[in-house]
């Protein structure tokens, strides 16, 4: 199972990023994908996450309106479109998959001990 993250950088306050996680090796159309970010100090905590199966999503409230989720089951592809990106951004973020359907979807967090595979992380800087 390979889940690699790509499209971080530095970016201004106000500006947009769309990072992109091509999965290999393992069903992706069976699996609900997500993305996790941690920023330093603090716990790591999901922020999206969508379900293959009827294309669920759920946005943690600090990115909601902001960030939209999407997924390209051809191209065994996530995304995640971050628009009016804000310093408090800046993190570490994680590419996650969960063949647990009940890890996305009408949840109100997202665990990250439901997520089976998770990539190497691509780093988003903000600066204000």
């Known amino acids: 199972v390979q889940l690699v993250e790509s499209g971080g950088g530095l970016v201004q306050a106000g500006g947009s990023l769309r990072l992109s996680c091509a999965a290999s090796?393992?069903?992706?159309?069976?699996?609900?994908m997500g993305w996790f970010r941690q920023a330093p100090g603090k716990e790591r905590e999901g922020i999206s996450c969508?379900?293959?199966?009827?294309?669920?999503?759920y946005y943690e409230d600090s990115v909601k309106g902001r960030f939209t989720i999407s997924m390209d089951n051809a191209e065994n592809t996530v995304y995640l479109q971050m628009d009016n990106l804000q310093p408090e951004d800046t993190a570490l973020y994680y590419c996650?998959?969960?063949?647990?359907?009940?890890?996305?979807?009408?949840?109100?967090?997202?665990?990250?001990?439901?997520?089976?595979?998770w990539g190497r992380g691509t780093q988003v800087t903000v600066s204000s």
């Open positions: 090796h393992f069903s992706f159309k069976d699996y609900s």
């Open positions: 996650v998959a969960s063949y647990y359907s009940g890890a996305c979807g009408a949840v109100p967090v997202m665990h990250s001990y439901e997520y089976d595979y």
């Open positions: 969508i379900k293959n199966s009827d294309r669920t999503t």
